[in-house]
């Protein structure tokens, strides 16, 4: 069978940039991405080659790459590119995420001791990239919305209605009244100040553990926005299903390293934090939806009950929801639906 064009242009690339040939390049599987991803190897070095046909998003990795190194924060260096071939070369970080490399000692020792103490190196980090290095970042890279505002947020709470409630939620509902609320939550949520980098997808699959230390990929959908999405999106990381004590200790970590990088009003942060996980917690189930039944993954389906555990401590914890009531019914009967909760 001929190779992809995409590989022999990899393979191309390999040797300008080292003067060798790679004796082996197999793909890798890619989650949720568009893009294409291989481990290209000879007997001397092991890389990543990435073709992907959005040149905009490939632009937006290469240039946040090139910003976040300068500032010493442990992203793949980035080895070799033809942009205009859609291509690069990256640093290889190994075989695990987060979410792996947690597995087997979940098993052993629960959600404690060594994956707390890594929770935490992944956290410190967080603010160096929201602040640090994201007060000059150049947003018009940004391949998607150069800043998470009314209009990124409304498209979102469109993709949870369409991609998620349409083909899952049984009930009747008001689409009216559930516009409504949709309304209510943004003008909400754009109260807190959106002048910090917002990675998007800050989740246990997005971070590598290379050498017992975390390196930090996929942030190429990033833009400006508030502090607390990115936070809300790691402790409330569906399948990693992190438990609510833990939770809460690790939220407060994640304040005291945000407190050393910038002086932050702890108890406004905290009284909108439940509001951006309901964001998030919406956003990420009309993803579910859309990679299950655009994409045929059907795999992604198996995050939903853990979504929906999320839902029903937001019950509880969202304040927010109290002026929200048809989202706050929809959720309620999302809870309760047995077939979703037992989706395996």
Aim: proline share 5%.
């Amino acid at each position: 069978m001929p190779l992809p064009l995409e590989t022999i242009l990899l393979e191309r690339l390999f040797r300008k940039c080292y003067g060798e040939t790679p004796d082996r390049i197999n793909p890798l599987k890619g989650d949720g991405s568009e893009r294409r991803i291989y481990r290209m190897q000879n007997v001397y070095r092991s890389v990543i080659g990435v073709a992907g046909d959005n040149r905009p998003e490939n632009e937006a990795f290469y240039h946040f790459s090139s910003h976040f190194a300068r500032y010493n924060l442990p992203v793949p260096a980035i080895y070799a590119a033809e942009l205009e071939n859609n291509i690069y070369i990256e640093q290889d970080l190994g075989f695990f995420t987060l979410f792996e490399w947690m597995q087997p000692l979940r098993e052993k020792e629960g959600f404690g001791g060594s994956v707390m103490a890594m929770y935490k190196k992944v956290l410190s980090w967080l603010p160096r990239f929201q602040i640090t290095a994201g007060r000059t970042l150049d947003y018009s890279y940004c391949y998607q919305h150069a800043l998470f505002g009314r209009d990124s947020m409304m498209w979102d709470l469109r993709y949870f209605q369409h991609r998620f409630l349409a083909p899952f939620y049984s009930a009747p509902l008001d689409q009216t009244a559930l516009s409504g609320d949709f309304t209510r939550l943004v003008s909400h949520l754009l109260e807190v100040p959106a002048d910090s980098f917002l990675y998007r997808d800050f989740q246990s699959r997005n971070v590598m553990i290379l050498d017992n230390e975390p390196h930090f990929i996929d942030y190429q959908s990033g833009r400006r926005g508030a502090l607390q999405y990115d936070v809300a999106s790691l402790l409330f990381d569906a399948k990693a299903n992190i438990p609510e004590p833990e939770r809460e200790e690790l939220l407060d970590y994640y304040l005291q390293a945000l407190q050393e990088v910038e002086m932050v009003d702890e108890e406004k942060f905290r009284s909108y934090f439940y509001s951006f996980v309901l964001m998030r917690v919406m956003q990420a189930l009309g993803a579910y939806g859309y990679l299950a039944a655009v994409k045929g993954k059907k795999s992604f389906l198996k995050s939903v009950p853990f979504a929906l555990a999320n839902l029903e401590i937001l019950l509880q914890k969202a304040a927010v929801l109290e002026q929200l009531p048809t989202l706050r019914g929809v959720f309620s009967r999302l809870i309760q639906d047995p077939a979703l909760r037992e989706i395996k």
